[in-house]
């Protein structure tokens, strides 16, 4: 869905997706990293699991959600990228029961 | 961080930036705390620090902020970035988050320079991922350097669409359709105001330029449409909506909307100072005096957060909010804080002389604002305007009523992208204007805090 | 100003929150034509603050006919919350699961310990409670802290979701053909030929009976027909939390967990005069109570803090109160809406409609103050 602009090519770190190990820009927020990795939908919401992504980017709406180092509900679009940051979309179809 | 300043400034844009810098110039001692990492608010984002080999290329008015920030940075003014004020209340207190601690402090004024948000747009489908705001796609040129990889489709109506439409065509990037909603007949009402609004500056001509700009890119440009309807299972395929010719679908995998920007109230709101409806641009705005002070006693709403008028217009504002805390104070004298403020009053002047033609010309068709049924106009806790309709038969008394029977804006964006629905439906229920409904009241937190914050704090205080 | 003169109804109710709505709904199901008179969205709401417990523990601890008057509203909430959700399909989530209230400290032990056993004397061993010691408590719920000293329980309390009981309210109002009247103050009552009265900005109405259900407002109310309801208003500040993964099998005082998944937490009782504002020091005080309790909450966000102001009678019990001077005039007073919907849209309906009056209404007239104001002028 969006793309870098321009040619130079800026610094690269790793952090982790879903588990998975992905290479971002750094410096850039988390949610304009999800969308430049498409990695869509970022959440499903908790009343009707539909299918969410970043929206207004400006810390507003909440619906870049998403779980960051064990912490979960932060708004991506407010977070930068930093190397190593382990990250996990909410899809989650419901707000799961508490483990016994 | 001390606990207390004489001077408090929430917000880093224009408003706030120069209101820190003429109180700190009569010798206040200030504090801005503002959410992001650095100055500019949302109009000059990221411009000290920009991932854009050529920041220039956003347009003059984006670059001209560096002056600004300079100066802002120059000040004295104490400056705390990455700082989300969540509490404020009419005794000037105020909770803040700073590096994940939450600290109180208390102040002797206050100016509130929060700026404004996009006006919602809902309409069926418009939660889908792959739509945006404008203003989102801004952002993202900004901050992060991003544009879109396929032609997007703009829709709404105003500057904004078409300024971000120019940007993109500037760095290449096609622009699949715009879908202008603007209602007929605007520009002959709107003609009367065009002379003043000449006063203002070269805005109508860089506005003529940017129209220019995007026909001659041969951008298919959709005009009075409404019945805007985004399809897709789990993301955006494509928009559906119709104009007088007809009805019209397009494939697109990202929708970036626009519908004007209307101040941000929550932390006024909050503060309990007083709001009004501003009826030539349809949406509330704070009640402030000549200064800026709003109807509680130290607080000063500045910028768009008070009244939209523009970057401009809200940096003088901010002038005057911290001419007139100088003079409250005892920092400075009537007369020195009158002259001071005369050059300021009469640029004001002239920045909003702009308003009445814009205003005029991009007045919403108040019927086009009520959201079709279907629509989730609770995008948080997924609420339709059906149900919100279902509730206003019942009688509600207002927005808020609305809201305890129905959970509308009750999820964590607390009513800002359902707010002016709920108020549009109401309205047209009861046959009266918006301003008879009302709003929103607006509680604390306007951030998120956990609870561990605010109990480890409370440990502290004992 | 030319007044639209109204004489369509039986019965006017001032006041369209939790106890005006519940009276209204027993009124119109007997067939009484009720007209409901509300202010407006941003008016103090007492029922917006409400808190949504069911609760029978501690109520009348002083007051054996207050216990009794509980108990009988515990009990009666099952068939109500089935009746509104076939009538009106609004589930108000209840849930009477038992009820906590969680003791910090021996002082805060000692204290429910004695007022259940007073409560268990008054009920004639009707009301159950036990004392449940901390290892007892971690065992039915693992995330209560180390810390915690204990919690009175009792199986009879619950809790609903309070806007969706007064959205149900409203809707059987509607369906039962009342007239409900938003953002439409009373400014006055007056007797006239048996019957009353009724101004509002715009229009007056009459009807043969008045019922005053106006929160803080009933005092001021009340006096045009020669009642004196002393209310004053004692504030209560509470917390929403985001959705939290489900973990609280029962309310309690402290923390109770909505089917959506939020926690409310609560509540001060602050004497603030007519001022509904938040404040940073009880925020935080309510934030730390609920951390202390549940240390796994300390990650979890606050969403909405809000103020209310309770509607408190001198002795915080309700008041029942048929005008003398005036019979057709009724006003009821109380700051359990939620607990005792069943009774107002029941018992207390009957009563103002002359068909039947429970043994237990006149335990709490408004004239229980005079008494106790003349015993003080005689000690």
Redesign the interface.
């Known amino acids: 869905?969006?793309?870098?602009?321009?040619n130079?090519a800026?610094e690269f770190v790793e952090i982790e997706l879903d588990a998975q190990r992905v290479s971002v820009?750094a410096?850039?927020?988390l949610a304009?990293a999800l969308?430049?990795l498409d990695a869509?939908?970022?959440r499903r919401?908790?009343?009707?699991a539909?299918?969410?992504?970043?929206?207004?980017?400006?810390?507003?709406?909440?619906?870049c959600?998403v779980e960051i180092d064990g912490?979960v509900?932060q708004?991506a679009?407010?977070v930068?990228i930093s190397a190593g940051m382990r990250v996990r979309r909410q899809l989650a179809s419901a707000?799961?029961?508490?483990e016994a | 961080m001390k606990a207390h300043y004489p001077l408090v400034i929430i917000g880093a844009g224009p408003a706030g930036m120069a209101a820190a810098q003429t109180a700190a110039a009569q010798g206040v001692e200030v504090a801005l705390f503002d959410?992001q990492?650095r100055p500019g608010g949302?109009i000059y984002r990221n411009l000290e620090a920009s991932?854009?080999?050529d920041p220039a290329q956003l347009g003059k008015d984006y670059v001209f902020g560096r002056l600004p920030i300079q100066r802002f940075r120059q000040s004295g003014a104490a400056y705390f970035p990455g700082s989300a004020v969540w509490y404020l209340d009419r005794e000037c207190n105020l909770g803040i988050l700073h590096d994940g601690v939450h600290r109180r402090l208390s102040a002797d004024r206050l100016v509130i320079a929060c700026g404004a948000?996009?006006r919602p747009m809902p309409f069926p489908g418009w939660?889908?991922?792959?739509?945006?705001?404008a203003?989102?796609g801004q952002?993202?040129?900004k901050?992060?350097?991003?544009?879109?990889?396929?032609p997007p489709v703009l829709a709404g109506s105003g500057p904004l669409l078409l300024l971000l439409a120019r940007q993109y065509l500037r760095?290449?990037v096609g622009i699949r359709a715009i879908i202008d909603t603007t209602p007929a007949g605007r520009l002959w009402p709107a003609l009367r105001y065009l002379p003043r609004a000449l006063a203002a500056g070269d805005y109508l001509l860089e506005g003529l330029q940017m129209v220019a700009a995007i026909r001659r890119a041969r951008v298919p440009w959709y005009r009075q449409a409404s019945d805007l309807r985004a399809d897709g299972d789990?993301?955006l395929a494509g928009l559906r909506f119709r104009t007088r010719g007809g009805l019209h679908e397009i494939e697109t995998?990202?929708l970036l909307l626009h519908q004007g920007v209307i101040p941000?109230l929550q932390a006024a709101s909050a503060a309990g100072c007083d709001s009004e409806w501003n009826p030539r641009q349809q949406c509330w705005q704070v009640a402030v005096d000549c200064w800026g002070e709003s109807s509680q006693n130290g607080i000063f709403v500045a910028g768009d957060g008070a009244t939209i008028g523009g970057a401009r217009a809200a940096a003088l504002a901010g002038q005057l909010a911290g001419l007139q805390v100088a003079w409250q104070l005892g920092l400075l004298s009537q007369t020195r804080r009158d002259r001071l403020a005369s050059p300021v009053r009469k640029a004001r002047q002239r920045q909003l002389s702009l308003r009445p033609f814009l205003d005029s010309y991009y007045r919403l068709d108040e019927a086009a604002l009520q959201p079709d049924d279907a629509t989730?106009l609770c995008?948080?806790?997924?609420v339709s305007a059906a149900q919100i309709r279902a509730v206003a038969q019942l009688g509600c008394s207002g927005p808020n009523q609305a809201r305890a029977f129905t959970r509308c804006g009750m999820?964590?964006?607390q009513g800002?992208?359902c707010g002016p629905g709920v108020e549009w439906i109401l309205a047209r229920q009861q046959t009266v204007g918006v301003d008879r409904i009302g709003h929103y009241n607006s509680r604390p937190p306007l951030?998120?805090v956990t609870l561990g914050q605010l109990a480890i704090s409370e440990g502290e205080q004992r | 100003m030319n007044r639209q003169f109204i004489n369509d109804y039986d019965s006017l109710i001032v006041g369209g929150g939790l106890v005006g709505a519940a009276i209204a709904t027993g009124l119109a199901g007997s067939g009484r034509r009720v007209a409901i008179f509300d202010g407006g969205d941003r008016d103090f709401r007492a029922s917006r603050g409400n808190f949504g417990l069911v609760w029978v523990q501690g109520k009348g601890a002083d007051y054996a006919p207050y216990a009794r008057w509980s108990g009988i509203a515990a009990r009666a909430w099952p068939a109500f919350a089935q009746s509104l959700l076939e009538a009106t399909r609004v589930d108000v989530g209840l849930q009477q699961t038992g009820g906590l209230d969680f003791c910090l400290d021996e002082t805060e032990w000692d204290a429910r310990d004695s007022e259940m056993r007073r409560v268990q004397a008054h009920t004639d061993g009707e009301f159950e409670f036990q004392m449940l010691d901390n290892a007892e408590l971690r065992e039915w719920i693992p995330?209560v802290s180390e810390r915690v000293l204990g919690a009175c329980f009792s199986p009879r309390d619950g809790h609903v979701n309070p806007l969706y009981l007064l959205r149900a309210l409203h809707q059987r109002l509607c369906d039962l053909g009342a007239d409900y009247f938003p953002s439409r103050p009373v400014l006055s009552t007056t007797p006239d030929g048996g019957g009353f009265r009724v101004d509002t900005a715009t229009d007056r109405y009459t009807a043969g009976q008045v019922v005053f259900c106006a929160g803080l407002a009933n005092q001021r109310l009340a006096r045009d027909v020669e009642m004196d309801i002393p209310v004053r208003p004692l504030r209560g500040q509470l917390l929403i939390t985001?959705?939290?993964?489900?973990?609280l099998p029962c309310a309690s005082v402290q923390v109770r967990q909505t089917r959506?998944?939020t926690l409310q937490i609560g509540d001060s009782h602050e004497d603030a005069g007519f001022d509904e504002s938040t404040t940073l020091d009880v925020i935080t005080q309510l934030a730390a109570r609920a951390v202390r309790i549940f240390p796994h909450l300390e990650?979890v966000?606050l969403q909405r803090a809000w103020g209310a102001l309770r509607v408190m009678t001198p002795d915080g019990l309700p008041v029942y109160q048929q005008s003398s001077r005036y019979p057709g005039a009724f006003a009821v007073s109380c700051h359990s809406g939620v607990t005792l919907a069943a009774l107002h849209a029941g018992a207390v309906a009957e009563w103002i409609d002359g068909s039947r009056m429970h043994p237990l209404i006149a335990d709490f007239s408004a004239t229980r103050f005079d008494v106790s104001a003349t015993r003080q002028r005689r000690a």
């Open positions: 869905m969006f793309r870098l602009l321009g130079d800026p820009p410096g850039i927020s304009a969308l430049l869509l939908p970022t919401t908790p009343v009707g539909g299918p969410r992504a970043p929206f207004c980017m400006m810390g507003a709406c909440y619906e959600l912490r509900n708004r679009c407010q930068l707000v799961p029961e508490a | 959410d990492p949302q991932p854009l080999a948000q996009e939660q889908l991922p792959g739509v945006m705001t203003g989102a952002i993202l040129l901050s992060a350097a991003l544009v879109p990889d396929e760095a290449g789990e993301r995998r990202l941000a989730l995008r948080c806790e997924e999820g964590p964006c800002r992208f951030q998120p | 995330q985001e959705r939290v993964p489900s973990f959506e998944g990650a966000r």
